[in-house]
C-alpha cells in the first residue's frame, strides 16, 4: 500500500451556492451523475492513495459516513474529522497531524474536478516524490482570481503570489497539493492572514523558499474544474455529460479504479453494480463486467 495518505477538504458553508446549500454540503450536490465528492476522491485512488481523511463539518459528517461509509467496499480506508469553523487550507495539514503519523500527504479541495489523458500516471509520479511539495498548475484566462506560480525559463517556480492584482503568470495553482512529512510543522508556524485564515499559498511559498517545491504544469488535452459558484457547477456538469455521453466512459467513477487497481475482486464489483441496479450508474458498471465476460450478456 502507498504509504502517502490523502486529506479531502469537504468542510466550508458554500454560501455562494445558497439557497441550495442550505441543507446540503456543498460536495455532496451533483456534478452530472454522481456527488461532488466522487471527483476528488477519485484523484487520490488514482494516485494509488488508499487510507483518505475526510474533514468537513459537524452537521454534515454523518450524511459523509453514509454515503461513503469506512471505504472497505471500495477496498480503500476512509477516516473522518471535523472542523468547526473555516481556518484555512493549511489548518487542515494541523488537524491531520496525528493522523498522518509522519506519512507524507497528498490534500484536494472537495469542489476541484480534474480530467486529463495520462492523468494518472502524472498523479502518481507525484505521489513517488518523497521530498518537498509538488503542486499542479494550469493556465487561466483570469489568473488574478486565484493563486500564481511564475516558472522561470528551466520551468522552475520562482515566485508564488495570492490573487495578484497584476500577475506575472498566467498559471493557476489547483486545489491538489502533494506534501512530504514536513508540511504540517510548516502550517503550524504561518500567520493567519488578513481573512484570519492560514493560507496554503504561505506553505508552498515556504517550500518554495527552501527549494523544494516542484510544479507539475496541466494545459492542452486537460480540464481543471472547479464548482464553487451555479455557474461553474453546471458547467462542470455538462462537460462531464459530454465526454461521458461522447466516449461511453465514466469520469471519476471510484467503484471502477477499485476494481481495475486490483483493490476488490470481481465478486465485490458485481455486488457494488447490483446494489445500483436500474440506475444509469449501475447500468455501466453491470456494463464493464460483462466487455470482462465475467457475468452473462
Known amino acids: 500500500m502507498n504509504n502517502r495518505k490523502g486529506i479531502l477538504l469537504a468542510g466550508g458553508t458554500g454560501t455562494r451556492l445558497d439557497p441550495v446549500t442550505r441543507v446540503v454540503s456543498k460536495h455532496l450536490l ?8 466522487y471527483y476528488p476522491l477519485s484523484v487520490l ?19 459523509y459516513e453514509s454515503l461513503l461509509g469506512s ?45 486529463g489523458n495520462g492523468l494518472g500516471s502524472r498523479l502518481r509520479t507525484a505521489c513517488a516524490q518523497s521530498d518537498g511539495a509538488t503542486v499542479f498548475a494550469y493556465p487561466v484566462a483570469d489568473p488574478s482570481r486565484f493563486g500564481v506560480v511564475q516558472l522561470d525559463v528551466d520551468g522552475r517556480p520562482v515566485a508564488l503570489e495570492e490573487k495578484p492584482d497584476r500577475p506575472h503568470s498566467n498559471l493557476a495553482v489547483t486545489g491538489l497539493y502533494f506534501f512530504d ?32 517545491l516542484h510544479v507539475e504544469q496541466l494545459g492542452r488535452g486537460d480540464a481543471w474544474l472547479d464548482t464553487g459558484t451555479h455557474e461553474t457547477l453546471l458547467q462542470a456538469s455538462m462537460f462531464v455529460e459530454t465526454i461521458e455521453s461522447r466516449q461511453g466512459l465514466k469520469i471519476a467513477c471510484p467503484e471502477e479504479i477499485a476494481w481495475r487497481r486490483g483493490w476488490i475482486n470481481d465478486e465485490a464489483f458485481s455486488r457494488l453494480a447490483d446494489d445500483m441496479a436500474g440506475s444509469s450508474y449501475g ?3 453491470i456494463a464493464l463486467m460483462r466487455e470482462q465476460g465475467q457475468i452473462a450478456g
Do not use: C
Request: glycine share 6%; no cysteine; hydrophobic share 40%.
Open 30 to 37: 451533483p456534478v452530472y451523475d454522481k456527488p461532488m465528492v
Open 45 to 63: 485512488m488514482l494516485a494509488d492513495i488508499r487510507e483518505v481523511l475526510i474533514i468537513t463539518t459537524p452537521e454534515d459528517r454523518p450524511r
Open 71 to 115: 471505504g472497505e467496499s471500495w477496498g480503500v480506508r476512509f477516516d473522518y474529522m471535523t472542523q468547526d469553523r473555516p481556518e484555512g487550507i493549511a489548518h487542515a495539514l494541523i488537524l491531520a497531524e496525528p493522523w498522518l503519523e509522519g506519512s507524507s500527504s497528498a490534500l484536494v479541495l472537495g469542489d476541484n474536478i480534474f480530467f
Open 181 to 212: 512529512a514536513d508540511a504540517p510543522a510548516i502550517a503550524s508556524k504561518i500567520e493567519p492572514s488578513h481573512r484570519g485564515e492560514l493560507e496554503i499559498t504561505e506553505v508552498n511559498r515556504a517550500y518554495l523558499e527552501q527549494g523544494r
Open 283 to 285: 447500468d455501466y458498471l
